[in-house]
């Protein structure tokens, strides 16, 4: 699917790509995007709200953790979703994802509502996210966790494993040969071979977009990806979001950082003690005097 | 971006790195010479290896096979999927009974030959694995432990309490498979281990082909997905109740082939081989020899198989000398004798040879403790 597998080299195609010339690289790097490409039919055009979050709240006993919470996703876009620690961030993540059930209001995606759909029917019908304190199969290799990703869109079950079926052996290659498409496009495929908990922490948050992406996710949600990255990592990690979603991906981006939030998204919804009280673009919000108060809090002599 | 880190420096291990690196077909004509061996222990009687003059070798060697067939079975269910089942014997007994209820005169029932209650055992312990798995496999960890454990003593009461099940009385002369010597005595007697030993060993060999065709295949991850992490696996796609259901079914249908052909070996069968006990027996083979390891559970059910017959002075302390010994293991080995293992992917090789050069994964090794991961919620 990436290059022709004719001549395999010591050392695999990580040291073949090392000894490419620019041009080769970036051809062999084109293919590995569109090999991960997203090619699924989206049944909403570009631009148009692929996922709604509609008037939900989530209640916790008599804590309400997201107040009648609105807004639209677009296909295409990457839509940055802040707000101070306990603002009602991952909670909407959770609603969003069936693993928590709104207490009134309603998601949409493709103006469907998900209803009481199971979580794994969910992520079937196009929703993948990543976790904030990652967790990834560790005692699966890199490649394994992926392919358990692509597993989402296979229907291979006992019997066909069993009796080693055609239809095992097809979606097995197809699985496979998209998983090793995915760290190549994350990066991390040398160490394509290590089991999850094994690899580096920064490798580990790049496993779990690639495990994400494996499900060909109509929308996919990011939830504090750069969370314990150096600025360096930061601007890679960047780098990989904007990758994203030139590769036709639609994402949804949970996030602390500023810079990042505002480097990266193209538009930005800001929650607070579970409301949303902002939402606009980057510089819109920049400016918003309701987010900054949020962020940096309003002096008292101010409020007087 | 992929350059970096490729020269990694590797950990001990050579051995198994080495074996990992040979060639397909290399590790199947290694294996060939250690399976005949395997399949003439009986009749070697090796010196060392002896159970004589204590217990009859060919017999011990059978009760280790045997044990080492419900050790894979309790492998899928423990060591791949990751549930916690305290009342494996409890299939075991399903399936020993199907066999004595169908070939015993003892039984009212209709009798069927031996060995066509062999795949009728399975396919109703089977049954029996879902029937107990839909109710409880909502549950987790350790209220799934506990259920288990009552299924298995519900079976155990039942076989006491139902007058056609014979409690403690039992049923004599349970069949056996067909075939008479010259002398006109069968093949298959209960003092004669050696033919029971070989059939036993051919039927895992078949389960492990087929118990290794479910791990290298979507069924396989989902379960490793499921014992590393179920809300995540569901989050992933995994429909996990349908797969920890399965590996549920397939476990039972294991043990249950496993009970019957216990049944048929020893041609006796009563309540009183299904206590709790055994539960804990088998399970301990599993942990001893290395959860999710299948070459592991089986080294596992040959050590606490072996261990009593060999030296039977100790065996009315055997149950002190495992604890003892799986408390230190547990100590300084945690993952078992032979770490969990398993390979996940058909095209694995190939997949890993063309991205990184090299065929298999690099390290078997389990770190020491599971709570070292990262990134689990506390």
Redesign the interface.
Known sequence: MTTP?EK????????E??QMSEEERARHFAEVAEAVAADRDVAVEVGETLLEVHEVTVRFGGLTALDSVSFGIRRGEILGLIGPNGAGKTTCFNAM???YRPTSGRVLLEGRPLGRA???NI??RGI??T?Q?????????A??NV???T????K???L?????LPR??G???AG??R??AL??FV?????????A??L??GY?RRLEIA??LA?EPKLLCLDEPAAGFNPAEKE?LMELIRKIRSDGYTVLLIEHDMRLVMGVTDRIVVLEFGKKIAEGLPAEIRENPAVIAAYLGVPDDDAA | MTTSQAARPRRAGRLGEWWNNLPRPQQWAALVPIVVLIYFLPVLNPPLLTTEPYTNFPIAMVHAAELAMVAIGLNVVVGQAGLLDLGYVGFFAVGAYVAALLTSKDSMLHKLPYLATLPLAMVVTMLAGVLLGLPTLRLRGDYLAIVTLGFGEIVRLLATIVPDLKGQVGFQAVGHPPGTKADGSPIFAANNGTPWYWLVVTLIIILLLFVGNLERSRVGRAWVAIREDEDAAELMGVPTFKFKLWAFAIGAAIGGLSGALVAGQTGFMNNQNFSVAFSVLYLAAVILGGSGNKVGVMVGAFIVSYIPDRFTNLSDRKYLIFGLFLVVLMIFRPQGLLGARQRLLSRGRQAYQRLIGRGEQISSESSVAPSGEEGRPA
């Open positions: 597998p395999v080299p010591e050392g695999g195609i990580v040291v790509i090392e994802t069936g693993v199971a979580k794994h992520t079937r993948a996210r976790f304190n990652i967790r990834l199969f560790g005692e699966m290799t490649l394994e392919v358990v990703g597993d989402a869109r296979h291979t079950s006992v066909g494993a069993l009796l080693r095992h052996y979606e097995e290659k496979t040969e998983a090793m760290l190549e990066g991390i495929a040398d160490r394509a071979a290590d089991k908990k094994n580096p922490y580990q495990r994400a499900t890679q």
